[in-house]
């Protein structure tokens, strides 16, 4: 058993031939947090839906827990993805379900709990998102930090070892995003679990992660502790951090020279 | 000269455009099929779980099935009025007006009941399954569940599609019932056609084999295809707004030209046979 329960080794991936990821190296030790960044479309997401085997990567690949993912077969992936909770960018509720249903969700169809056992610990789970008296809702009658939250609740249903964040503070108010960040890290060391967080959002992420990796252009530009990469002095990195707009990386989509374009009307 | 040697070059260009596109068409097409028939299959390979928690079927059976129950015996009710009234006109002139019990009875079990139904069902319970579903997917719930090691297919279509299959044919049966009905009140208390007549007729002349199996065989196939039509559009259907109205659209209409295209054959087969 290694001391990381997750290692991405030389990944590379692509949606329709065009290369999102060009050899990426990461590793996830146990018990840590561990954060991705990026700019939007970097494939963070992808990322992570390569961790949970939704997609096969073009090259090297992905182990969660000594196994390399892409070569279980359905039943494999699933015995790997019963380890892995995953909270969705937009959490991704199931509408048609009460809150309670919604976390009980995995347990009634992945165990053979009691229904008495099932909704204590349903109970137990949202009341560790601070969310018991809110058991009865509907998803729709949730605000957005609630929802995410409820989907946290869900996420650890199961008691998972590594746990996926997907933007978990995105557009959430400053509240809400407090009460995220501090669960992220609280859940994190009472499950004893390991948490993978996708986020751009580099205050919040930097206060609870052990780690960083930062992807640009399909590699990782940049990995270190918060503490490490807040003095570093890389252009991307410096950039990012401190959210210049202009930089390596530019502020302006890759265009034709402007005057000529305005004074060429044809279009 | 040049002038000509440019347009036939053009002609040629756009034509090769259009066949390369009808082409283009055809395949996307045969594409779409092969999808659906691989997810149909994949449906009844993983339809355990929709057997054994029959509750998960049962909840669809209400959404699907209950829920269409008003607009299916109203509909019912006009058409067998309206059949009752034509049939009359046509039949009086051969003074055999007694028949008009067998006209409406047969149109109805052999045809109307489960087509009207079938086209029915899809308008009201095939868009709702694939905007239900459609939905599901754009807001990444059918994700969700794939992560939680939990089939969509066993646990979202499945149940779905068996609902679809054992309401639509009690649906159509409905159907023809309440058509008989209103056929009756328009003959005979309003036209004056001798009860006796009415009854006796289409008890003598509907065959139980000929008739309504053939016309049951017929429910359960359209029940198969709109309902995995209506599924197949949900679950491919592009995660966008548009993408999922225009899934709905197409539910309705591929479903509705492929229960009169089915119709045609079945009742060429039942006729031969
Ligand atoms: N299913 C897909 N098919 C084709 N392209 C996709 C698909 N999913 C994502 N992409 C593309 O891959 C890129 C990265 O997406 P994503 O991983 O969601 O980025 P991030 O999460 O970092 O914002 C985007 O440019 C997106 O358009
Ligand atoms: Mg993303």
Redesign the pocket.
């Given at each position: 058993m290694t001391s990381n329960i997750v290692e991405i080794d030389n990944l590379s991936f692509g949606?329709?031939g065009r290369l999102?990821h060009k050899g990426i190296n990461m590793a996830f030790p146990r018990g840590k947090v561990v954060a991705i960044m990026?700019g939007?479309?970097?494939?963070?997401?992808?990322l992570l839906r390569l961790i949970g085997g939704q997609i096969k990567p073009t090259q090297g690949e992905v182990r969660v827990d000594g196994k390399v993912v892409h070569e279980q077969d359905r039943d494999g992936i699933f015995l790997l993805r019963r380890k892995m909770g995953m909270l969705f960018q937009h959490g991704a509720l199931f509408t048609d379900l009460s809150v309670f249903d919604n976390v009980a969700f995995p347990m009634r169809e992945l165990t053979d709990l009691p229904e008495s056992m099932i909704r204590d610990l349903v109970l137990m789970k949202l009341n560790a998102v601070g969310l018991r008296g809110a058991h009865t809702l509907m998803p729709t009658e949730l605000s957005g930090g609630m929802a995410r939250r409820v989907a946290l609740a869900r996420a650890i249903a199961l008691d998972p070892c590594i746990i996926m964040y997907d933007e978990p503070f995105a557009g959430l108010d400053p509240i809400s995003m407090g009460v995220i960040c501090d669960l992220i890290r609280s859940l994190n060391d009472a499950l004893g679990a390991t948490s993978i967080i996708v986020s751009h959002d580099v205050k919040e992420t930097f206060l609870i992660a052990d780690y960083v990796y930062f992807v640009a252009d399909g590699v990782v530009a940049a990995e270190g502790t918060p503490h490490d990469l807040m003095q570093s002095t890389l252009p991307f990195v410096h950039q990012f951090v401190h959210g210049e707009k202009d930089g390596p990386v530019p502020f302006h989509y890759p265009a034709a020279n402007y005057q000529s374009e305005l004074l060429n009307q044809q279009l | 000269m040049n002038l000509k040697r440019m347009i036939k070059s053009n002609l040629l260009t756009s034509i090769t455009r259009f066949l390369s596109g009808i082409g283009y068409r055809m395949i996307a097409r045969v594409w779409r099929l092969g999808a659906g028939t691989r997810l149909f299959f994949l449906t009844i390979v993983y339809s355990g779980e929709s057997f054994r928690r029959f509750h998960l079927t049962l909840r669809e059976i209400y959404f699907t099935g209950v829920m269409s129950l008003l607009i299916i015996i109203v509909s019912a009710f006009f058409v067998g009025m309206v059949l009752a009234l034509q049939g009359y006109n046509t039949l009086q002139k051969y003074g055999s007006s007694e028949a008009i019990g067998v006209l409406v009875a047969l149109s109805l079990v052999r045809e109307l009941g489960p087509v009207v139904t079938a086209l029915l069902f899809a308008g009201r319970a095939g868009t709702a399954i694939t905007a239900e579903i459609g939905l599901m997917k754009t807001t990444e719930q059918l994700s969700a569940m794939e992560m939680m090691a939990v089939n969509p297919i066993a646990r979202v279509v499945a149940p779905r599609f068996w609902a679809g299959v054992i309401s639509m044919p009690i649906l159509a049966a409905l159907f023809s019932m309440v058509g008989v009905l209103g056929g009756y009140l328009v003959a005979v208390p309003l036209i004056g056609v001798d009860s006796g007549a009415f009854w006796s007729q289409m008890q003598a002349n509907v065959d139980v084999r000929d008739d309504i199996v053939n016309g049951v065989i017929k429910s359960v196939v359209f029940a198969v295809a709109c309902t995995m039509i209506a599924l197949f559009e949900g679950f491919d259907a592009p995660p966008t707004a548009e993408g999922v109205s225009h899934a709905t659209t197409r539910t309705v209409v591929i479903s509705s030209l492929t229960v009169l295209g089915l119709d045609f054959v079945l009742t060429s087969f039942m006729m031969v046979v």
């Amino acid at each position: 058993m290694t001391s990381n329960i997750v290692e991405i080794d030389n990944l590379s991936f692509g949606y329709k031939g065009r290369l999102l990821h060009k050899g990426i190296n990461m590793a996830f030790p146990r018990g840590k947090v561990v954060a991705i960044m990026g700019g939007s479309g970097s494939g963070k997401t992808t990322l992570l839906r390569l961790i949970g085997g939704q997609i096969k990567p073009t090259q090297g690949e992905v182990r969660v827990d000594g196994k390399v993912v892409h070569e279980q077969d359905r039943d494999g992936i699933f015995l790997l993805r019963r380890k892995m909770g995953m909270l969705f960018q937009h959490g991704a509720l199931f509408t048609d379900l009460s809150v309670f249903d919604n976390v009980a969700f995995p347990m009634r169809e992945l165990t053979d709990l009691p229904e008495s056992m099932i909704r204590d610990l349903v109970l137990m789970k949202l009341n560790a998102v601070g969310l018991r008296g809110a058991h009865t809702l509907m998803p729709t009658e949730l605000s957005g930090g609630m929802a995410r939250r409820v989907a946290l609740a869900r996420a650890i249903a199961l008691d998972p070892c590594i746990i996926m964040y997907d933007e978990p503070f995105a557009g959430l108010d400053p509240i809400s995003m407090g009460v995220i960040c501090d669960l992220i890290r609280s859940l994190n060391d009472a499950l004893g679990a390991t948490s993978i967080i996708v986020s751009h959002d580099v205050k919040e992420t930097f206060l609870i992660a052990d780690y960083v990796y930062f992807v640009a252009d399909g590699v990782v530009a940049a990995e270190g502790t918060p503490h490490d990469l807040m003095q570093s002095t890389l252009p991307f990195v410096h950039q990012f951090v401190h959210g210049e707009k202009d930089g390596p990386v530019p502020f302006h989509y890759p265009a034709a020279n402007y005057q000529s374009e305005l004074l060429n009307q044809q279009l | 000269m040049n002038l000509k040697r440019m347009i036939k070059s053009n002609l040629l260009t756009s034509i090769t455009r259009f066949l390369s596109g009808i082409g283009y068409r055809m395949i996307a097409r045969v594409w779409r099929l092969g999808a659906g028939t691989r997810l149909f299959f994949l449906t009844i390979v993983y339809s355990g779980e929709s057997f054994r928690r029959f509750h998960l079927t049962l909840r669809e059976i209400y959404f699907t099935g209950v829920m269409s129950l008003l607009i299916i015996i109203v509909s019912a009710f006009f058409v067998g009025m309206v059949l009752a009234l034509q049939g009359y006109n046509t039949l009086q002139k051969y003074g055999s007006s007694e028949a008009i019990g067998v006209l409406v009875a047969l149109s109805l079990v052999r045809e109307l009941g489960p087509v009207v139904t079938a086209l029915l069902f899809a308008g009201r319970a095939g868009t709702a399954i694939t905007a239900e579903i459609g939905l599901m997917k754009t807001t990444e719930q059918l994700s969700a569940m794939e992560m939680m090691a939990v089939n969509p297919i066993a646990r979202v279509v499945a149940p779905r599609f068996w609902a679809g299959v054992i309401s639509m044919p009690i649906l159509a049966a409905l159907f023809s019932m309440v058509g008989v009905l209103g056929g009756y009140l328009v003959a005979v208390p309003l036209i004056g056609v001798d009860s006796g007549a009415f009854w006796s007729q289409m008890q003598a002349n509907v065959d139980v084999r000929d008739d309504i199996v053939n016309g049951v065989i017929k429910s359960v196939v359209f029940a198969v295809a709109c309902t995995m039509i209506a599924l197949f559009e949900g679950f491919d259907a592009p995660p966008t707004a548009e993408g999922v109205s225009h899934a709905t659209t197409r539910t309705v209409v591929i479903s509705s030209l492929t229960v009169l295209g089915l119709d045609f054959v079945l009742t060429s087969f039942m006729m031969v046979v």
